[in-house]
């Protein structure tokens, strides 16, 4: 009986959990409490049609791998995370250029969106398989 009580007291809590971070939902809590997270894929609007091909060559141009490790660029840098290992969705990738983070610069105004959108596609492209 203390078990069935203890259940459906988890179960209250955990169907009262939810994020308070925009963009994130709540996946599941875990054995010692804490309420695992993932990011959800969205997209802003004119960022969701890049081209994979062209983003290739924005990789290459805006010199991404001189940070970045991506295996099918033949990039090896060593300054920022292994896009490889990763393997970010789209909305990330997006993000993260747009805006930054930690040692990345952001790269609004010096890309286009159309570039930021093809070198995002690009990048999920070669590393979600």
């Known amino acids: 009986m203390r078990r069935l009580v203890l259940l459906a007291a988890l ?3 955990a169907a ?3 994020s308070s971070v925009p963009g994130e939902e ?4 875990t054995p010692n409490g804490k309420i695992v997270t993932q990011p959800t894929e969205t997209i802003p609007p004119g960022f ?3 081209d994979p ?6 990789f290459a141009t805006a010199a991404c791998g001189a940070c970045h490790v991506l295996a099918d660029a033949g990039a090896a840098g060593a300054v920022g995370p ?4 990763r393997k970010a969705p789209v909305a990330r990738v997006v993000d993260r250029v747009l805006n930054g983070k930690g040692a990345m610069p952001s790269f609004k105004g010096r ?3 159309t570039q930021i959108a093809d070198v995002a596609a690009y990048v999920h492209s070669v590393t979600s398989s």
Not at 53 to 58: D, E, I, L, R, S
Not at 82 to 85: A, G, K
């Open 11 to 13: 179960a209250l809590l």
């Open 16 to 18: 009262g959990c939810s």
């Open 26 to 29: 709540v996946v599941s809590p």
């Open 48 to 50: 969701d049609n890049g």
């Open 53 to 58: 091909t062209a983003g290739k060559q924005v």
């Open 82 to 85: 292994s896009l490889d290992e």
């Open 111 to 113: 890309l286009t969106t």
